[in-house]
């Protein structure tokens, strides 16, 4: 036993334990990993300090490592795999820690595409067509996308782009 008043020191080490977060990003339908979303991770609610970037792999799968255990992180998609909707609301997760390490789903929507095409009944009169029209995707009212279509177009817009809440089963 050491004397109450002695000058003995005693060290104590303590081993950091980093933390990371794990995203896994599926189909919202079929719970099918998918690849090649790429996220930004941030420090801050209003994401303007980035700490790193990455993609997800085949499994669906990115890995933010080296981060502080038990800390608040925020994440944004940004970029979609093809053929899905970029989520636009930011994911906030707290570092875990690398030996009980958990995984944060994240789910995508397969994007939509719409296409507009203009079917003329004037034979015979195609000299009075318009140069152009301008069709236009509506969101409340007001205009999301729009496109023009002209003779050179073959009357047709290439693909619009609606907003990711708009879905539609056919």
Known sequence: AEPANSNSLRIVENTRIPGQIIIKKVDAGTGKAL??????????????????T????SNGLVTFGNLTAGALYFLKETSAPAGYAQISRTISAPATRTDSASVVT???KKSLALTATTVWNDSGNESKRPSALTVQLLQNGAAYAEAVLTASSGWSTGAMTPPAWLSMTV
Request: charged share 15%; with cysteine.
């Open 54 to 57: 990455g993609t997800t792999d």
């Open 106 to 108: 994240v789910e995508n």
């Open 35 to 52: 690849s090649g979303a790429r996220f930004t991770l941030y420090s801050d609610a209003v994401c303007s300090t980035v700490l790193g």
